[in-house]
Nanobody
């Protein structure tokens, strides 16, 4: 069964750091574009970052640009989201997802094929 599992969320003070993990099972994650999304209470789910199959194919949305870093560990079939200089507005449930139509991060809007269940990130201050 194809599955994504997020972990690494928690409670952290403003200015702190967390590293989220997205582990793929039942498929080789390296050949997919993986997106990170978040959803705060009462808000729409929004894209945070994307990492594509090709080395260097990465993107970040403006609210997290310069603070978050996405990476891939092929041996562990895992994509990471390193979150530094966290702010209260970063609070939300974070999800990873495979991109249905493309293995790269450019082009039309991200349409997910498989979602993880999410991990809660809470930033206090």
């Amino acid at each position: 069964q194809l599955q994504l599992v997020e972990s690494g969320g928690g409670l952290v003070q403003s200015g702190g750091s967390l590293r989220l993990s997205c582990v793929g099972t039942g498929f080789t994650l390296k050949y997919y574009a993986i997106g990170w999304f978040r959803q705060a209470p009462g808000k729409e789910r929004e894209e945070v970052s994307c990492i594509g199959m090709t080395d260097g194919d990465m993107r970040y949305t403006d609210p997290v640009k310069g603070r978050f870093t996405v990476s891939r560990d092929t041996a562990k079939n895992t994509v990471y989201l390193q979150m530094d200089s966290l702010k209260s507005e970063d609070t939300g449930v974070y999800y990873c997802a495979t991109r249905k139509q493309y293995s790269h991060c450019s082009g039309p809007g991200f349409i997910a094929n498989t979602w993880g269940q999410g991990t809660q990130v809470t930033v206090s201050s």
